[in-house]
T-cell receptor, first 111, second 117 residues
Framework: TQLLEQSPQFLSIQEGENLTVYCNSS?????LQWYRQEPGEGPVLLVT?????EVKKLKRLTFQFGDARKDSSLHITAAQPGDTGLYLC???????????FGPGTRLSVLP | GAGVSQSPRYKVAKRGQDVALRCDPI?????LFWYQQALGQGPEFLTY????????KSGLPSDRFFAERPEGSVSTLKIQRTQQEDSAVYLC???????????????FGPGTRLTVL
């Protein structure tokens, strides 16, 4: 069974600070996704990365897929209170099997 | 609305009761997933439908859990003889894509929070 670990589990920062959260596994994933989930809502897809070493940018968010496709990071520049939420990574094996979510990083950005 | 809707949003059941949770996917989406999200955890896969066919039910935790999508649109997740460990948020997601590609483009509903007393 493929497992995803995320760190840190909780993160509380001030508005304007930068932060990085991590998603790690001992298994290789064919693709990896990042979602943000707000209280009382379902997860919303932010990005999908499929190529080892790939970097994608979405405004102030930068996503990187590790060269070996076993890990990923999400970097947020100049965090805003609207970035507050649960950040989940999720990945699938080579044929889409064993799609799993990590436990998430709960981010709180204080004004 | 254009998104995935789920009902009820909240359900309280006494231990041993049966519950039925409904998911209305985005119109035209062929793939539908159910997930269970325990407090403080990420969602865990329960089952997958492609149109009306249930192609993967490997995540259903016991034979008390049953899902159907008889006309390839609305889906119902039924839990019989609920137990306290069934307390969780049940999420539904739909996708316009098929098979392995469907997981790359999922649109989630807001979930149903089930509390079993």
């Amino acid at each position: 069974t493929q497992l995803l670990e995320q760190s840190p589990q909780f993160l509380s920062i001030q508005e304007g600070e930068n932060l990085t959260v991590y998603c790690n596994s001992s298994s290789v994933f064919s693709s990896l996704q990042w979602y943000r989930q707000e209280p009382g809502e379902g997860p919303v897809l932010l990005v999908t990365v499929v190529t080892g070493g790939e970097v994608k940018k979405l405004k102030r968010l930068t996503f990187q897929f590790g060269d070996a496709r076993k890990d990923s990071s999400l970097h947020i520049t100049a965090a805003q209170p609207g970035d507050t939420g649960l950040y989940l990574c999720a990945g699938a094996g080579n044929y889409g099997q064993n799609f799993v979510f990590g436990p998430g990083t709960r981010l709180s950005v204080l004004p | 609305g254009a998104g995935v809707s789920q009902s009820p949003r909240y359900k309280v059941a006494k231990r041993g009761q049966d519950v039925a949770l409904r998911c209305d996917p985005i119109s035209g989406h062929v793939s539908l997933f159910w997930y269970q999200q325990a407090l403080g955890q990420g969602p865990e896969f329960l089952t997958y439908f492609q149109n009306e066919a249930q192609l993967d039910k490997s995540g259903l935790p016991s034979d008390r859990f049953f899902a159907e999508r008889p006309e390839g649109s609305v889906s119902t997740l039924k839990i019989q003889r609920t137990q306290q460990e069934d307390s969780a948020v049940y999420l539904c997601a739909s996708s316009p894509l098929l098979g392995a590609f469907a997981r790359n483009e999922q649109f989630f509903g807001p979930g149903t929070r089930l509390t079993v007393l």
